[in-house]
């Protein structure tokens, strides 16, 4: 069991959705990120996703894709970001972190040195969205080995042939992505989620959470009421783009929370 398995049974047992948020890692500078990241649990966050900064990223829009180029332009690495998690874990041992991000830096670093890192820094999980099923050597077996849970995204374009596939070493959640295309780019529609994620719940029994698309407390609660949850990012890294402060992000994603706890 991880903290994401225990929180999710947790979120079951009160009958509450999952409302999780992204921030990208060392965006504006490490110092912001940290403190909204040491915020993100008091604002109703249950799981919290961390992008780890990439030059050539594939699944995100421009709004994430800005931001990856701001923490890298700040001098944001891998160690950075493990250092960031490091900090959060000081105050807080329960919430769970995800990190979320491209193979390459991992690769760079080295499976096992990274898996290591990782887990003694506090991840619990990973998202590393361009590792297809048929590279499950590669990374998403050794982190599973090595205590982590390796969480797939399933996409509109998932049929029913490959989505075995793809849920075959999957733990923790299944991700689904709402739209075809980058992150920011459309919005989720219920109408069209809620037989998907019906669809992955009959072929599983892990938690689905929807992402993509989600960008008010509204669509939150509407996402969130045909799935397990929900994640919300592109609109939080804007605020943060923005240059808003901390607690007005806080403020925000509170509200995003409250819409997902709502549903």
């Known amino acids: ?16 959705k999952a409302f999780v948020a992204y921030i990208m890692g060392g ?32 699944a995100d829009g421009p ?14 690495t891998m160690d950075h970001v493990l250092s960031m998690v490091r900090a959060f874990r000081q105050d807080d041992t329960t919430t769970p972190i995800v990190l979320m991000g491209y193979y390459n830096p991992i690769y760079s670093r080295g499976v096992e040195r990274f ?16 590792l297809p099923p048929e590279e499950d050597a590669e990374l998403c077996i050794p982190a599973q080995k090595a205590g982590l849970n390796f969480i797939r995204l399933a996409t509109p374009t998932t049929d ?4 075995p596939k793809v849920l075959q070493n999957t733990s923790g959640f299944v991700y689904y992505v709402s739209i075809t295309g980058i992150t920011g780019a459309a919005s989720a529609v219920a109408t069209n989620v809620g037989p998907e994620v019906a669809r992955i ?9 929807v ?4 960008t008010t407390p509204d669509s939150a609660k ?3 009421s045909v799935a397990d949850g929900c994640v919300v990012g592109s609109a939080i890294v804007k605020q943060i783009g923005e240059g808003r402060p901390v607690a007005e992000v806080l403020s925000f994603i509170a509200t995003l929370a409250a819409g997902a706890h709502a549903a």
């Open 222 to 224: 509407t996402i969130a």
């Open 160 to 163: 029913a042939k490959r989505l």
């Open 27 to 58: 965006d504006p500078d490490e110092a912001t990120s940290l403190a909204v990241m040491k915020g993100m649990p008091a604002a109703g966050v249950d799981i919290i996703e961390l992008g780890m900064p990439f030059t050539d990223p594939m």
């Open 1 to 16: 069991m991880t903290r994401i398995d225990d929180t999710f049974a947790r979120l079951k047992a009160s009958g509450k």
């Open 63 to 76: 709004t994430i894709q800005l931001a990856g180029q701001r923490a890298l332009e700040r001098g944001m």
């Open 211 to 214: 992402g993509f698309g989600i």
């Open 201 to 209: 719940k009959a072929a599983t029994d892990l938690p689905v959470i």
């Open 115 to 130: 898996l290591t890192e990782a887990r003694e820094a506090g991840i619990d999980g990973l998202i590393v969205v361009d």
